[in-house]
């Protein structure tokens, strides 16, 4: 079993930045595909972005490519997501999951989820 406790939401300006964290405690970090997944109000949850056990390769949803980075430190246990040039439609409850296959982009596929934090965006 893996705990996941994330943290850096808050409230930004259209274009401004904010990086997530996702912290792992529990069985060994680096055998589980990390993802990052968002909810807006009335909406389906989403993929955002995911990234494989050795942190070699990365997949993201089209509307946050070459906006958003997924990256992770086996040996902090951490996973971030690093959001840049946010806008509105941004907003929504973020959330990171660990599944123990490899790289998908479906919420059904992963096994584990922290609680969310809170991302929006307006001015």
């Known amino acids: 079993q893996v705990q996941l406790v994330e943290s850096g939401g808050g409230l930004v300006q259209p274009g401004g930045s904010l990086r997530l964290s996702c912290a792992a405690s529990g069985r060994t970090f680096s055998t589980y595909t990390m993802g990052w997944f968002r909810q807006a109000p009335g909406k389906e949850r989403d993929f955002v972005a995911a990234?494989?056990?050795?942190?070699?390769?990365?997949s993201y949803a089209a509307s946050v490519k070459g906006r958003f980075t997924i990256s992770r430190d086996n040996a902090e246990n951490t996973v971030y997501l690093q959001m840049n040039s946010l806008k509105p439609e941004d907003t929504a409850v973020y959330s990171c999951?660990?599944?123990?296959?490899?790289?998908?982009?479906?919420?059904?596929?992963?096994?584990?989820w922290g609680q969310g934090t809170q991302v929006t965006v307006s001015s």
């Open positions: 999951a660990a599944r123990v296959g490899g790289l998908l982009n479906a919420v059904g596929a992963y096994e584990h």
């Open positions: 990234i494989t056990k050795s942190g070699g390769t990365t």
